[in-house]
């Protein structure tokens, strides 16, 4: 009886290893402008007298799912590319790649139609917001944000924020000990290091006081380096992401129960991903995304109701739903172990999410409202001086932390300004 | 609906040996309804009794569970569980659970636990934790208090088992390695053994 039993042991795991080796099915550099994404609904974990043996919770039913996807994916002539759970929507999520030239609308609406299917959608792209200009040598948060006096107070300790990006160097001597977390949502690799990634997360949470580069705007935060972009050759927009790469790290991010998520990235508005920073905010969590100007409109997810968005300042109409920042020509750490200067949306959406960091750090229960009426500019200062209003840390650390992190004049200011 | 089929190479049942320390085949099918209600079976092999008999044990179970919005589910069941062989074994369970991200846990009323006609309750924490892809490390620790007498007439009192271990997760496999203790083999059900109370426990299953 034994030795059946080590057959059949070895026999599975010859099985499982052998099924190790076959492709990953990643999206990355893939196309994906004819792939569906389909949710269908999970069971939620319950009891189970085999949990005791193998098949553990939630993970059980997930085979049963697969066999529905697969009928689905010779029904509606699919291929399936990949998959996931997204427990926090109570969904398995299947890439699906189209086989037959039926427009793709028509599919999504037969799909979400199909009473196995939980909802459907088409996978969409969206690209980070990053672009390079001439740069000179200032980090404006430091002057304009006071930040040597403001990390007297708070320097974002143990604050968890996921970075949703393209890869982050992660021994650079800026990031060292810095990144708690790296997942890679886009391929099988263990460490990227690359451009986009690298810098946010160097606004975010470089070192301080180690006399090399810059200092974070949050240095003491505990920073998730989440890869669920990549570099796209010959792109415009440097980097790109899909629908499904960004569901699978903000379902990560709230696994890993973190506070705040940073999206540096736009593109159209999507169900899936909506729903999810719908369930992000429902727990508290505050999620920053960056603005990217569209005909006057502000791209998702910056559009979607309950996040931060935020703009860099200059060359964009102000408007009372959107933060602005320092991005341009920002200091900041880039892959090489060197330092460069970058400019956009990503960066400035990048500086507040390492305000909002300190600010968790001073008032841990703080939420998403309370800090968007702290950051916000004070009504006399719109009106007053004709330029666009910036975030003023001091003031929101003085609203929301209950302490005078700079001078108290200061504090009761208004927001700090640039020329129009 | 889904399932599994495992060998196991000891049936631990809450740290009891319910195969004589040997190993055990077992079969699950399990009912989900998109509303949350849920119902299976399961059966295995087992070695219990004195002296021990080759027997067939089978659990009919069904219940309701549900997430809320925080992401918490709690569920309440009933369980059924009867042998082929000793039938004065067969008992009634009633359970009520709850999970939030990585940890459930799961209180269990039987007014006749193994036939004994009295009252027990086990309490069970179980948690999951990824460390790497296809690989989570899995605990459980249990308690059960019994007003029913061991093998030498002894008030049980409290019975505790444990277990920690590596789950090698794969699309349609699972393989588990875990560690099964134990405080008391004298419960007077199975056959666990005093020298064997604790030890690990390979499984593979193969769900579908």
Known sequence: MRATLLLVLCLAFGACMASERRPDGSVAGETFDRQVLVMLRAAPPHFRPDAYAGAYDAAAGRAAQRRIAEKLASQYELTIVNGWPMPALGVDCFVMQTRGSASLEQLVARLAADPSVESAQSMNEFHVLGHNDPLYPLQPSAKLWRLDDVHKLATGNRVRVAIVDTGVETDHPDLIGRVSVTRNFVDGRASVGEAHGTAVAGIIGARADDGAGIAGVAPGASLLALRACWPLEGRAAGAVCSTFTLAKALQFALDERVEIINLSVGGPRDRLLERLLDVALSRGVIVVAAVEWSAGQVSFPASHRGTLAVAEVEGQDASAAVLFAPGRDIPTPLPGRQWGFVSGSSYAAAHVSGLVALLRELAPNVQTQQVREALAPRAAASVAGGGRPMVDACAAIAALGGACACSCAVASDTGSRVPP | ?208
């Not at chain 2, 846990?105 to 892809?133: C, K, M, T, W």
């Open chain 2, 1 to 208: 609906m889904s399932g599994s089929l495992s060998a196991v190479s000891n049936y631990r049942y809450r740290g009891v040996s319910l195969s004589h320390n040997d190993p055990a085949a077992q079969a699950t099918l399990v009912y989900d309804h998109p509303q949350g209600f849920y119902a299976g079976a399961f059966a295995s092999t087992v070695r219990i009794g004195y002296p021990a008999s080759n027997e067939l044990q089978g659990i009919v179970f069904a219940g309701y569970a549900r997430t809320t919005s925080e992401g918490a589910t709690w569920e309440a069941g009933i369980v059924y569980s009867g042998f082929t062989g000793t039938t004065s074994y067969a008992y009634p369970e009633l359970l009520l659970g709850a999970r939030y991200d990585k940890v459930s846990a799961r209180l269990h009323y039987s007014p006749n636990y193994y036939g004994r006609g009295s009252n027990s309750v086990y309490a069970e924490i179980d948690a999951a934790h990824r460390l790497f892809d296809h690989v989570q490390a899995v605990a459980h620790v249990g308690a059960l208090w019994t007003d029913a007498r061991n093998i030498y007439d002894e008030p049980i009192d409290v019975v505790y088992d444990g277990r920690v271990g590596l789950l090698f997760d794969f699309d349609r496999f699972n393989i588990q390695v875990s560690w099964v203790g134990l405080s008391d083999a004298s419960l007077g059900y199975g056959l666990t053994g005093v020298r064997s109370r604790n030890g690990p426990v390979v499984s593979v299953s193969w769900l579908f």
